[in-house]
């Protein structure tokens, strides 16, 4: 296990992300669809493989395999655009106290006003099949962890009802059933 975000080819990354200053923004059904939607897009846009996910009240844990071989650019576009959805959202449905609470008071860019992300993630490089089950069971733990739920299955916002037989549309986002890109897929 590395604890640095390298660039090999097929390497899953255990992500984690924290929202700005912890603000529970997730505890939104509509923050939580618009960052299903975010990572909807950027795997259409930048490839990658999703093997699982949960997103919490303040951060969200992802395992991931980016085609690209580079999971700063991903984690950039899925912030990014997740960031920008949330905050037109929070401004087009009158959040005026979420959006208070995300002001960046000493912002280096004067087009970044507010922010939904603390910058920067942190990823550890999963290398070995014992580290992926490994991280998989503390993803979809977590909300039980946090006193959210009482079993992963009552969580809404993970892949570990995709684990499970499901109706289809009944998981937020499916994950890809292996995490590794095959040589037809072009790496």
């Not at 860019?109 to 992926?132: C, L, M, N, P």
């Not at 991280?135 to 946090?146: E, F, L, S, T």
Request: glycine share 4%; aromatic share 10%.
């Amino acid at each position: 296990m590395n604890l640095f975000k390298s660039k090999s080819q097929n390497l899953l990354h255990y992500v984690t992300s924290v929202t700005f200053r912890r603000i529970p923004l997730f505890r939104l059904d509509k923050a939580c669809e618009l960052f299903i939607d975010a990572m909807e897009e950027t795997r259409r846009r930048e490839p990658f493989k999703l093997l699982a996910y949960v997103i919490m009240p303040d951060h969200v844990h992802l395992l991931l395999n980016p085609q690209a071989l580079d999971i700063r650019l991903t984690m950039n576009r899925l912030k990014g655009r997740s960031a920008r959805l949330i905050l037109d959202w929070l401004a087009a449905d009158g959040h005026s106290d979420i959006l208070g609470q995300l002001v960046v008071k000493d912002s280096r860019s004067a087009r970044q006003t507010h922010a939904v992300w603390q910058k920067g993630f942190s990823s550890i490089d999963i290398v070995s099949e014992k580290f992926v089950i490994q991280k998989m069971g503390y993803i979809h733990a977590n909300p039980v962890r946090a006193d959210l739920c009482d079993h992963p299955a009552k969580w809404k916002w993970s892949s570990y009802a995709a684990f499970l037989p499901h109706a289809e549309g009944s998981v937020p986002i499916e994950p890809d059933t292996r995490g590794f890109w095959n040589y037809d897929e072009q790496i």
